[in-house]
């Protein structure tokens, strides 16, 4: 089924293998963009990237983190309720009157500590993460209407000054802190990913898990590591989340972890792990954000289109990694 | 590890022992709780009382817990299955909504038929990307569990759509010897499902190809037709579940119905003692796994705790049952075996893809 194409690529010119899914990303953002551009004057404004990255720099920090998990070939059903669960949790801890330094503190601890038990029972009971993070993903959601059955306003000053500081030209463009602090952290896991020993290791494991074993990299660590980055992540997100929303709700970010995986699998990531950029995780953010905001200018499509694209760009993607795997494996 | 396996399972006598047991002491601990629980009174001539109340509202989980048990013992798992209620509901009324006579018998029985139609294509499409393409059946049905939803209010236009049909309400809401008609559906199906898979040779083939679908390819099984096959029961019964659903309400909302009933789904199958692996099922256990989820649900409601706060118990429940099943547990607090069912030892074995 697959010898036949072998002999086929040896005299055309090659595109690297690894790069065509992220490259697919990047022509179809420009082709959205271009669209975008074309039929409404208002689109090219600077301030629509802009506001793509300030409406979305929660699901970037979270997709990064899910990037990690995904290169080692696992999956963290448990992000959007992480996120909750923080929102929640700072808010209701600022409501009590705790002072924001502390709060933040706190609130980056839990989802670390999640996501490093979770990669615990992964590892070494051997359970497949998806059911892991699936308990996980109960336990955050059921923590959220634990603390609080309503939603939780936040009136701290720091929170509301991290809500509302704009940088750049206040009356002109500009984007939020969280945006920033998205940036950071996508240059950080970047760095990680393509310099550090831990990066080589991540790539080592979801390409081959026994090899990796066999070459006496520490497979456990890097597994349980990249579960406590994502539980980090989603900690971040979650505080992001609270500085875009100013409250804590119980039934916030339901079904973001379907977002999440979709950005990072349109980022050129494959799921079955080993290859894959931080770079395309944004760019598939950015997608994700591109179509939502296409969908508003137009106005006469409903926001249950957003679902349906996103359904079918995720499919698309599925089976282009597919094809490039009968082809060149 | 065999020997002590069978001296075991000649000790506790069957393997539904364990859910069986909880089941018991989940509805023992309700009675001393609140001693009128099992209490059932005929009125009317249906009966009526919290344990029916437990059998009716537990009729769509076992539905659709039924299709993924043979999702899961392929070696799958079907994430869409809420969307797919949601769809099929959402047709159903759709279609019914539209007619002049919403109370005519054969107006239903052609929106049950347009509905179930739609959800074999669907069932059909993630057949194929798992069976045919060969894309990890997480993911492949993870593209309809995202875009599903979206159908789903593409059918009903973004709105709750309100039906006033007394054939479809009897989906859910009807009665039949006494009893609710939606615990007759249930059983129906899952006699079905067992008859097919237990009295011919179905059930073993489905759980040679979990066991191992390249070996059981090379011993001749169709392996892809199989799994193939199983997703399309599992839309089916997804679909009927669906029906009774928006039956039940009498409306069908593309957001709401059968949001993360694929999650209590997965959950009644583990309980059951089908091991996620693949390679083994066992239906009456997903039935009493299914009937244990709605008790838990139904007790947590009776203790006025937010129904959303259940998810703690269930994350507590979904992680024990996984270490008791997990191997790796097992051999490391292997004294302790008399804790652990008799679940699937075929887990250990990795695992080979589907076959393109």
Known sequence: ???????????????????????????????????????????????????????????????????????????????????????????????????????????????????????????????????????????????????????????????????????????????????????????????????????????????????????????????????????????????????????????????????????VVIGGTVLTGGAGYVFGTVLGVLVLGVIQTLITFDGSLNSWWTKIVIGGLLFAFILLQRLIGIRYK | MNDTMSRYRTMMGHRLFWPAAVLFVMLAANTIYRPGFLSIELKDGHLYGTPIDILRLSAPLILVALGMTLVISTGGIDLSVGSLCAISGAIACMYISKQPDQNSVGVVVTALAMAMGVSLVLGAWNGVLVAVIGIQPIIATLILMVAGRGLAQLITEGQIITINSEPYRAIGLGHALTLPLAIFIALAAALLVAAFTRRTALGMIIESVGGNAVASRLAGIRSGRVIFLAYVISAACAAIAGFMMTANVSSADGNAAGLWVELDAILAVVIGGTSLAGGRFFLSGTIIGALIIQTLTTTVYAMDISPQTSLLFKAVVVIAVCLIQAPAFRARFGRRRRNAPPAANIADKPKEQVPA
């Open chain 1, 1 to 263: 089924m697959t010898t036949g194409t072998l002999t086929a690529g040896r005299t055309r010119f090659r595109l690297p293998r690894k790069q065509i899914p992220v490259l697919a990303t990047l022509a179809l953002l420009l082709v959205m963009y271009g669209i975008g551009v074309s039929q409404y004057s208002a689109f090219s404004n600077v301030q629509v990237i802009f506001n793509v990255f300030i409406d979305n720099g929660f699901l970037l920090v979270v997709a990064v983190g899910m990037t990690f998990v995904i290169l080692t070939g696992g999956i963290d059903l448990s992000v959007g309720s992480v996120v909750a669960m923080t929102a929640m949790v700072s808010a209701a801890l600022l409501q009590d009157g705790m002072p924001a330094a502390l709060v933040l503190v706190i609130a980056l601890l839990i989802g670390p500590t999640l996501g490093l038990l979770m990669g615990c029972v992964i590892h070494f009971f051997e359970i497949q993460p998806f059911i892991v993070t699936l308990a996980g993903m109960f336990f955050a959601r059921g923590m959220c209407t634990f603390i609080s059955g309503a939603s939780i306003p936040i009136t701290d000053g720091f929170w509301t000054s991290m809500s509302q500081e704009r940088i750049g030209n206040p009356q002109g463009n500009f984007v939020s802190i969280s945006v920033l602090i998205a940036f950071v952290v996508v240059v950080i896991a970047a760095y990680t990913l393509a310099y550090t020993r831990l990066g080589r290791n991540v790539y080592a494991i979801g390409g081959n898990p026994q090899s990796a074993l066999l070459m006496g990299l520490p497979v456990g660590r890097t597994r349980i590591a990249v579960y406590t980055i994502s539980g980090l992540c989603s900690a971040i997100g979650g505080i992001l989340l609270s500085f875009y929303t100013l409250s804590g709700a119980p039934l916030i970010a339901v079904g973001m972890e379907l977002d999440v995986i979709a950005a």
